[in-house]
């Protein structure tokens, strides 16, 4: 049975760049998707160090070289969750509709995941494995993805071979253990 979307969502939003005093609950509009991308229901989001970053504008260069474009307030920030797909591109065939899921996303012109819901490209959705709860889904993406790099792009690790990991600590130490 077809998730029914609703046409508005609560979302933390920022209608300027500043510090925290700038997030406000706001309902804005379900955010449309596009033919190679997929809508996510949120029900756990990562709230990371980079977060304030995003909030206070430092990505703003970014984002023009990015999307060529200036961001559009209100706009929501966060860059990684996990819930249900709520709605498929008309081009997405690795998902449906009830696909339980997590995702990652910088820097997304339609929004972050400081929301019920989100628009992201399928490219940067993953289904959410066995034994893995909604939550730590929700909460690994960034951390997930940067020990990864540390692990192939950085020690060129190679299966069947292992690595001690001593002090780590914060996200990426209770990913890579």
């Not at 990505?59 to 920030?77: A, D």
Request: charged letters at 20%; glycine letters at 12%.
């Amino acid at each position: 049975m077809p998730f029914q979307t609703q046409k508005t969502m609560q979302a933390v939003a920022i209608d300027r760049f500043g510090g925290p005093e700038v997030l406000t609950r706001q309902t804005l509009p379900v955010p449309d998707i596009d033919s190679d991308e997929v809508l996510i229901r949120l029900e756990a989001i990562g709230v990371g160090v980079w977060d304030p970053w995003e909030r206070e504008g430092a990505f703003h260069q970014l984002f023009r070289e990015r999307y060529g474009v200036e961001p559009t307030f209100p706009y929501v920030i966060g860059f990684e969750g996990a819930g249900t797909v709520a709605a498929v591109g008309a081009d997405v065939t690795r998902f449906r509709e009830g696909d339980r899921v997590y995702a990652d996303r910088h820097i997304n012109p339609k929004g972050g995941f400081y929301a019920e819901y989100v628009a992201v490209v399928a490219d940067h959705v993953v289904p959410i494995p066995d034994g893995l709860s909604v939550e730590e889904a929700g909460a690994m993406p960034v951390d997930a993805i940067t020990a990864l790099l540390g692990l192939d792009s950085v020690l060129g690790l190679c299966e069947g071979e292992s690595v001690l990991i001593f002090g780590a600590g914060g996200g990426l130490g209770v990913i890579s253990r």
